[in-house]
């Protein structure tokens, strides 16, 4: 069974920063998976932040993120990051790793097969 665990969140001033990490536990080897990073805010809908292929090559960005938040995966450690600088009180919400078994980056929710529990991520004014 593939189990994803997020870490990280926290509660950070504006303009400040944080990273997560999605580490996959037990027998699960994250490289053969497409990883992303999806957020949740109270009363929306889930929704695309960051995306990266199996070997890193490629990554894709939510254009509300793109230029502050940057993805990355350690497939030695089982682990993805993703560093959020600049946070904006807007950047308020769960957030979600996931995994794919398409191989190359993918931004819909539809697309991904294994999900983390969520990490909570909160930036006041």
């Known amino acids: 069974q593939v189990q994803l665990v997020e870490s990280g969140g926290g509660l950070v001033q504006a303009g400040g920063f944080l990273r997560l990490s999605c580490a996959a536990s037990?027998?699960?080897?994250?490289?053969?998976?497409?990883m992303g990073w999806f957020r949740q805010a109270p009363g929306k809908e889930r929704e695309f932040v960051a995306a990266?292929?199996?070997?890193?090559?490629?990554?894709y960005y939510a254009d509300s993120v793109k230029g502050r938040f940057t993805i990355s995966r350690d497939n030695g450690k089982n682990t993805v990051y993703l560093q959020m600088n600049s946070l904006k009180p807007e950047d308020t919400a769960v957030y979600y790793c996931?995994?794919?078994?398409?191989?190359?980056?993918?931004?819909?929710?539809?697309?991904?097969?294994?999900w983390g529990q969520g990490t909570q991520v909160t930036v006041s004014s």
């Open positions: 037990g027998r699960t080897f994250i490289s053969r998976f497409a």
């Open positions: 990266i292929s199996w070997n890193g090559g490629t990554t």
């Open positions: 996931a995994g794919s078994v398409y191989r190359q980056a993918v931004i819909t929710t539809s697309d991904y097969d294994y």
